[in-house]
T-cell receptor, first 114, second 110 residues
Framework: AQTVTQSQPEMSVQEAETVTLSCTYD???????LFWYKQPPSRQMILVIR??????QNATENRFSVNFQKAAKSFSLKISDSQLGDTAMYFC???????????FGKGTRLHILP | SQTIHQWPATLVQPVGSPLSLECTVE??????LYWYRQAAGRGLQLLFY??????ISSEVPQNLSASRPQDRQFILSSKKLLLSDSGFYLC?????????FGQGTRLTVV
């Protein structure tokens, strides 16, 4: 069974700094999908970034980028120039294929300090 | 455009009472549907997921059940609530490789 592990329960950084959130996963599949979701205090889940395993290029969305290491089964999220609005719970997630379930990690609570 | 409706937003129920949470999706057909529970601001635990009408996969043995009576309707139920059923419940749908979430229901069992 696939598992997703986020080893950092909570992190705090100063505004404008860069922060990296860690995620590792376990699967025997060769192709799959990985995601980072953000859950602000409103509790609305928001997709931040998506990576397809067969694509070697790391996904980027504005200030958000990932470091995808397929062999190491690692999928970290880097937030550059962090902003107060980035304060949220961040979840790493895994999907085996398009019609499969989405498995989430336990989350990392990120605090951006003024 | 696609939208997802989940209700109610907040619910307080006594122990032993029944539960029915409803989720409907608009603007898409044959979506995959999910129920997740989030306890105490922590991780999302997958409870049920469905790839079609009447097709429900249960991930965690528990006091809850799910049904999909129509293509875009997903219902989470319980015959008798337990204190441990308290939490934040999220409905989601996916098509292709992106999931969209409802606003959630905060359930408190007293």
């Amino acid at each position: 069974a696939q598992t997703v592990t986020q080893s950092q329960p909570e992190m705090s950084v100063q505004e404008a700094e860069t922060v990296t959130l860690s995620c590792t996963y376990d699967t025997s599949e060769s192709n799959y999908y990985l995601f980072w979701y953000k859950q602000p205090p409103s509790r609305q889940m928001i997709l931040v970034i998506r990576q397809e395993a067969y694509k070697q290029q790391n996904a980027t969305e504005n200030r958000f980028s990932v470091n995808f290491q397929k062999a190491a089964k690692s999928f970290s999220l880097k937030i550059s120039d962090s902003q107060l609005g980035d304060t949220a719970m961040y979840f790493c997630a895994f999907m085996k294929h398009r019609d499969d379930k989405i498995i989430f990690g336990k989350g990392t609570r990120l605090h951006i300090l003024p | 455009s696609q939208t997802i409706h989940q209700w109610p937003a907040t619910l307080v129920q006594p122990v032993g009472s029944p539960l029915s949470l409803e989720c409907t999706v608009e603007g898409t057909s044959n979506p995959n549907l999910y129920w997740y529970r989030q306890a105490a601001g922590r991780g999302l635990q997958l409870l049920f997921y469905s790839v079609g009408i009447g097709q429900i996969s249960s991930e965690v043995p528990q006091n809850l059940s799910a049904s999909r009576p129509q293509d875009r309707q997903f219902i989470l139920s319980s015959k008798k609530l337990l204190l441990s059923d308290s939490g934040f419940y999220l409905c989601a749908w996916s098509a292709d490789t992106e999931a969209f979430f409802g606003q959630g229901t905060r359930l408190t069992v007293v």
